[in-house]
């Protein structure tokens, strides 16, 4: 069975499987009719509900933003259990808007038109369709193998578990709730998120990253040979990042885990600066090609206990301030 849809205008949100993060600000009913069909009345859940099925949904015209978003994903949000499951194939027969796949695990996507830039986590293979340039989700590939795929401008050593990203196209949350032991080298600079709910992957940047680095990290490792933008590693569970410089502030909220800064870096509750100790240092003169004693110039944040007292409260400005909770 497949959803076919016609789209007489740029429609954003489309296979979304996060429904513009409904959860947290309620501007996308999933039940909501997708605007500028032709001849149809399919809704956004009904698309995202026969991918998660298996189905294909085919859509001729042109999708905008969060095309694929998390594609693949069962969200906790929504009632999901957080793991990665199967999706289906979805053809365009037209052209898709910025930071398509961004956190997309599973799933295939087909695209005839043009693709702006930043993408999420995929990456491009030889096409089995013809006029049709196909992508699959990194993470899949890293966990699942290529198959009979073949990746272009990229490599990948099947028996390391090792993709080398060099074709130097601008990509977010690489390696996204990836769970298997892997690597991922990015020869340049990394959009946002990369690594957001990892495991187990290890993700190097030879350049800088943008917002959200290490975000929600749940184990695995993100080394970054360059500056991290805001929020390095907010919401961290387990797991190492590892850094230059930081533009903003890091580790709001983070739960575990640890934080590694070359210069020092400014923090948000819970995380504090602690004491380098010896297997510190060994990991960074591992990581980062760091003699002894520039190792031991690092510096580290864990959550502080203390800290985590505090509350954050949204200012009528739009800024942020850390409320201590009484008690």
Aim: hydrophobic share 35%; aromatic share 8%; with cysteine.
């Amino acid at each position: 069975m497949a959803i076919e849809i016609s789209l007489e205008g740029t429609a954003d949100y489309i296979c979304d499987y996060t429904f513009n993060f409904y959860w947290h600000n309620n501007s996308l009913n999933p039940d909501s009719l997708i605007p500028k069909q032709n001849g149809t009345t399919f809704t956004y859940r009904n698309i995202v509900n026969e991918l998660k099925s298996g189905g294909e949904v085919r859509i001729t015209g042109n999708v905008g933003s969060n095309f694929a978003y998390s594609l693949g994903a069962d969200i906790k949000h929504l009632g999901g259990n957080g793991e990665i499951e199967k999706a289906g194939r979805i053809f365009v027969d037209g052209n898709v808007g910025p930071e398509a796949g961004m956190g997309m695990v599973s799933g295939t996507l087909y695209v005839k038109g043009d693709i702006e830039y930043p993408v999420g986590n995929i990456v491009e293979l030889v096409s089995d369709v013809a006029e049709y340039r196909k992508f699959r989700s990194i993470t899949d590939i890293l966990c699942n193998g290529t198959g009979s795929d073949e990746i272009i401008n990229n490599e990948f050593d099947e028996t390391e578990n090792t993709l080398i990203l060099k074709d130097g196209v601008h990509r977010g949350t690489v390696a996204a709730r990836c769970n298997c032991d892997s690597k991922v080298i990015i020869e340049g600079d990394a959009y946002n998120g990369t690594a957001m709910l990892a495991r187990k992957a290890t993700v190097i940047v030879n350049g800088n990253a943008g917002m959200n680095t290490g975000s929600h990290l749940k184990g695995g490792t993100v080394v970054v040979h360059g500056e991290v933008g805001e929020f390095a590693g907010a919401y961290m569970k387990n797991g190492k990042l590892i850094f230059l410089n930081a533009k903003g502030f890091i580790g709001a909220g983070m739960e575990g885990g640890a934080i590694y800064s070359k210069n020092k870096s400014k923090t948000s509750p819970p995380a504090a600066k602690s004491r380098m100790k010896g297997e510190d240092s060994s990991l960074i003169r591992e990581l980062m090609d760091a003699g002894r004693v520039e190792s031991m110039l690092y510096n580290k944040y864990e959550p502080d206990k203390e800290k985590e007292k505090y509350v954050e409260v949204h200012m009528r400005d739009g800024s942020i301030v850390m409320r201590k909770i009484d008690g």
